[in-house]
T-cell receptor, first 113, second 112 residues
Framework: EPEVTQTPSHQVTQMGQEVILRCVPI?????FYWYRQILGQKVEFLVS????????KSEIFDDQFSVERPDGSNFTLKIRSTKLEDSAMYFC???????????FGPGTRLTVL | GEDVEQSLFLSVREGDSSVINCTYT??????LYWYKQEPGAGLQLLTY?????DMKQDQRLTVLLNKKDKHLSLRIADTQTGDSAIYFC????????????FGTGTKLQVIP
């Protein structure tokens, strides 16, 4: 069964460093998402991406964040200058069409020291 | 905006039924999801129900939807220790790009 994959599974970085989290959505999917889950808290929406542009973003998704689909398979989330409070599990998700369910990847645990 | 609420914790004995409840606010959602998250793991889509259905059964899982009260429940029959996890109720928003709003999650503890 096709699945969303994410790399790395765990990323440790120093405060102020840039990180790129990578996702490979399911191949025929058109809608892409990033969510995050701070330890012990709710899963929160960050951004949605469709037709090579951001379609919606939350208040969390400030200028330090960016997303890109550099080729036909990868979908990345970049954090330019990480802060301690960026430590969280980051989930990528994808969806085939406008009435389909979202499928989530296994997540990348980001730890900012 | 959308809001999804769940009780935080449920403890049941192995073999008993578990019922996890959820209330939501967006009555125009096309469907509602249940996700399962095992410790340290990602989000697994467990089941979903279309908003025009009242009930969906899938093996040991039964989902009940009360649209009038905006109440969703997940019943797990014959609960096993492997069912211990956090269960998230979630709804896609009714806008075109359908971001998903998650509940707080209910931690299910199964006692052997």
């Amino acid at each position: 069964e096709p699945e969303v994959t994410q790399t790395p599974s765990h990323q440790v970085t120093q405060m102020g460093q840039e990180v790129i989290l990578r996702c490979v959505p399911i191949s025929n999917h058109l809608y892409f998402y990033w969510y995050r889950q701070i330890l012990g808290q709710k899963v929160e929406f960050l951004v949605s991406f469709y037709n090579n542009e951001i379609s919606e973003k939350s208040e969390i998704f400030d200028d330090q964040f960016s997303v890109e689909r550099p080729d036909g398979s990868n979908f990345t989330l970049k954090i330019r200058s990480t802060k301690l409070e960026d430590s969280a599990m980051y989930f990528c998700a994808s969806r085939a069409g406008s009435t389909d369910t979202q499928y989530f990847g296994p997540g990348t645990r980001l730890t900012v020291l | 905006g959308e809001d999804v609420e769940q009780s935080l914790f449920l403890s049941v004995r192995e073999g008993d039924s578990s019922v996890i409840n959820c209330t939501y606010t967006d009555s125009s959602s096309t469907y509602l999801y249940w996700y399962k998250q095992e410790p340290g793991a990602g989000l697994q889509l467990l089941t979903y129900i279309f908003s025009n259905m009242d009930m969906k059964q899938d093996q040991r899982l039964t989902v009940l939807l009360n649209k009038k009260d905006k109440h969703l429940s997940l019943r797990i029959a014959d609960t096993q220790t492997g069912d211990s996890a956090i269960y998230f109720c979630a709804e896609p928003n009714s806008g075109g790009y359908q971001k998903v709003t998650f509940g707080t999650g209910t931690k299910l503890q199964v006692i052997p």
